[in-house]
T-cell receptor, first 113, second 110 residues
Framework: KAGVTQTPRYLIKTRGQQVTLSCSPISGHRSVSWYQQTPGQGLQFLFE???????NKGNFPGRFSGRQFSNSRSEMNVSTLELGDSALYLC????????????FGPGTRLTVL | KQEVTQIPAALSVPEGENLVLNCSFT??????LQWFRQDPGKGLTSLLLIQSSQREQTSGRLNASLDKSSGRSTLYIAASQPGDSATYLCAVGSNYQLIWGAGTKLIIKP
């Protein structure tokens, strides 16, 4: 069974640009969660999607948004990039919403110059 | 507000030793607690998930315990190997999100 895949793996952008990251969950998993990991703040929850609906949201500004498609694939978008958005963005999938066991993808390393 | 703390921040031990990693949380109203490992530059690998009603979980050389009343969890690694070198993170399911500790960086010396 294929694991969680994330594309692209690496991305370099400049301040003010926007970026879209993609996540394909494990087949049969319907919940996708997104996390930001930085050396200073550690891992922080961004949002969770289940059945194409955002179920939970962390404490991030509105520049961070996401969506989920009918096949459970998810995208997150960051607009008006700031230097502080440089991070590893991790996607996790689980069978259902809430706190079932989460399985993580390899992450997308975003660098903002 | 739920806060998760992991002690120690780093640990270096010789191969073969048994060791314990600690995770503490401030609010006992949790759904579950999950232990992960992260290798440098990589994503997270789930090790053990303990539901709030459980006291411990075991997988191979790993054993995780949960004491909700005291807000503590421990990850016990038996007979450590160089391949166990990684950062170990605990995450608490609380307030409709996962709250993360900062991790313990573990180095196993051959």
């Amino acid at each position: 069974k294929a694991g969680v895949t994330q594309t692209p793996r690496y991305l370099i952008k400049t301040r003010g640009q926007q970026v879209t990251l993609s996540c394909s969950p494990i087949s049969g998993h319907r919940s996708v969660s997104w996390y930001q990991q930085t050396p200073g703040q550690g891992l922080q929850f961004l949002f969770e999607y289940f059945s194409e609906t955002q179920r939970n949201k962390g404490n991030f500004p509105g520049r961070f948004s996401g969506r989920q498609f009918s096949n459970s694939r998810s995208e997150m978008n960051v607009s008006t990039l700031e230097l502080g958005d440089s991070a590893l963005y991790l996607c996790a999938s689980s069978l259902a919403e809430g706190f079932n066991e989460q399985f993580f993808g390899p992450g997308t390393r975003l660098t903002v110059l | 507000k739920q806060e998760v703390t992991q002690i120690p921040a780093a640990l270096s031990v010789p191969e073969g030793e048994n060791l314990v990693l600690n995770c503490s949380f401030t609010d006992s109203a949790i759904y579950n607690l999950q232990w992960f490992r992260q290798d440098p530059g990589k994503g997270l690998t789930s090790l053990l998930l303990i539901q709030s009603s459980q006291r411990e979980q075991t997988s191979g050389r790993l054993n995780a315990s949960l004491d909700k009343s005291s807000g503590r969890s421990t990850l016990y690694i038996a007979a450590s190997q160089p391949g166990d070198s990684a950062t170990y993170l605990c995450a608490v399911g609380s307030n409709y999100q996962l709250i993360w500790g900062a991790g313990t960086k573990l180095i196993i010396k051959p």
